[in-house]
């Protein structure tokens, strides 16, 4: 299967601890995304990398939350100190360098659940 | 700023029949990107259709078309003959070609199809 997957698929933690999600793209995609999903809400944008820079961080990422996407390949999405308002479904997507509105495709999510 | 609204929550409908999910927008762009997202249960979303907003023609792909209503800021979807596997959470989403590739997502709708 050569679309994106993220790893875990699901992950409980307490509060106050740190987690680290990963999210490997499609291999020839040079853009990469993270989004948030709530219950009942439609994804929200967190952070965009193209290559491996990133671009821009959504204000929804406080000083808790860090992405990475060394050499341009996986990206790395860590929580500090996590809080039960992080519970939520953390996407990646990826996509092909365009112009724009090139297809985003989706990961399966990883599913964060803080007690 | 750019907002989608999608003010159905649930829809229901009996397999083979037609269905129409609403979506508005707003974005102060004059050339931007449509999309209708599927996810269904516990699995990774996916496109279902995109529209270039310069283009007036209204996109389709096999059973599902849009009617895209530039002027009145409307983007709805139109699934013919629906199947069980059409049962899925719908997100309409927005992209600017201008700057960044973020999609901002409406609420969703739960479609449901009924045997």
């Known amino acids: 299967d050569t679309g994106v997957s993220q790893d875990p698929r699901h992950k409980i933690t307490k509060r106050g601890q740190n987690v680290t999600f990963r999210c490997d793209p499609i291999s020839e995609h040079n853009r990469l995304y993270w989004y948030r999903q709530t219950l009942g809400q439609g994804p929200e944008f967190l952070t965009y990398f193209q290559n491996e820079a990133q671009l821009e961080k959504s204000r929804l990422l406080s000083d808790r939350f860090s992405a990475e996407r060394p050499k341009g390949s996986f990206s790395t999405l860590e929580i500090q100190r996590t809080e039960q308002g992080d519970s939520a479904m953390y996407l990646c997507?990826?996509?092909?360098?365009?112009?724009?509105?090139?297809?985003?495709?989706f990961g399966p999510g990883t599913r964060l659940t803080v007690l | 700023a750019q907002t989608v609204t999608q003010s159905q929550p649930e829809m229901s409908v009996q397999e083979a029949e037609t269905v129409t999910l609403s979506c508005t927008y707003d974005t102060s762009e004059s050339n931007y990107y449509l999309f209708w997202y599927k996810q269904p249960p516990s699995r990774q979303m996916i496109l279902v259709i995109r529209q270039e907003a310069y283009k007036q023609q209204n996109a389709t792909e096999n059973r599902f078309s849009v009617n895209f209503q530039k002027a009145a800021k409307s983007f709805s979807l139109k699934i013919s003959d629906s199947q069980l596997g059409d049962t899925a959470m719908y997100f309409c989403a927005l992209i600017s070609n201008f700057g960044n590739e973020k999609l901002t997502f409406g609420t969703g709708t739960r479609l449901t199809i009924i045997p």
């Open positions: 997507a990826s996509s092909a360098r365009s112009i724009g509105g090139n297809e985003q495709f």
